[in-house]
T-cell receptor
Framework: NAGVTQTPKFRVLKTGQSMTLLCAQD?????MYWYRQDPGMGLRLIHY???????AKGEVPDGYNVSRLKKQNFLLGLESAAPSQTSVYFC???????????FGEGSRLTVL | AQTVTQSQPEMSVQEAETVTLSCTYD???????LFWYKQPPSRQMILVIR??????QNATENRFSVNFQKAAKSFSLKISDSQLGDTAMYFC??????????????FGTGTRLTIIP
């Protein structure tokens, strides 16, 4: 099984450009999450979803949008990228609210 | 809002020694879950150990064990007989009990652990 797969793994954007990060999981998990990881700040939750068709805001949602049209996919969008969004983004999923998250390998985004 | 504090940004220890990573948290809840996650240099994060607050017994997983002090809101991770493969960033995390719409982890800032050969 692939587990949690994130694409792309690396991306460089110019300020104002848009992009979408795709997260796919093949474990039939209900819950999916998007985190960002910045030096000295740990992981901060951007948005999450507790099931197909649902999304909710996390700790740092501004500047991001998400969609969960299919249970296995969770998309993170940046409509107008800013340098402050330079970060490593991690997607994760869990079967239920067990707290045992399965993480992807991360996507490094640089905004110039 | 819950907060998780890891006061040791970096630690190093000789191989085969024992090391303890500290974590404190702040919550007004009585029941909750605590976790330690490991992020090796390859970056994929994995769960190390989990503790449920209503359980008095400390969780153990092979060489990994926790010291859970509920009154002090402390949750430290002990790694015994440390191995080179334990080199990683370790994150402490907190989660409220299951309640629709509130199922999310709050992470600390991490401790970078280096095992020295």
């Amino acid at each position: 099984n692939a587990g949690v797969t994130q694409t792309p793994k690396f991306r460089v954007l110019k300020t104002g450009q848009s992009m979408t990060l795709l997260c796919a999981q093949d474990m039939n998990h209900e819950y999916m999450y998007w985190y960002r990881q910045d030096p000295g700040m740990g992981l901060r939750l951007i948005h999450y979803s507790v099931g197909e068709g649902t999304t909710a805001k996390g700790e740092v949602p501004d500047g991001y949008n998400v969609s969960r049209l299919k249970k296995q996919n969770f998309l993170l969008g940046l409509e107008s990228a800013a340098p402050s969004q330079t970060s490593v983004y991690f997607c994760a999923s869990s079967y239920w609210s067990s707290g045992e998250l399965f993480f992807g390998e991360g996507s490094r985004l640089t905004v110039l | 809002a819950q907060t998780v504090t890891q006061s040791q940004p970096e630690m190093s220890v000789q191989e085969a020694e024992t090391v303890t990573l500290s974590c404190t948290y702040d919550t007004s809840e009585n029941n909750y879950y605590l976790f330690w996650y490991k992020q090796p240099p390859s970056r994929q994060m994995i769960l190390v150990i989990r503790q449920e607050a209503y359980k008095q017994q400390n969780a153990t997983e092979n060489r990994f064990s926790v010291n859970f002090q509920k009154a002090a809101k402390s949750f430290s991770l002990k790694i015994s007989d440390s191995q080179l493969g334990d080199t990683a960033m370790y994150f402490c995390a907190f989660m409220n009990p299951p309640n629709f719409g509130n199922e999310k982890l709050t992470f600390g800032t991490g401790t970078r652990l280096t095992i020295i050969p």
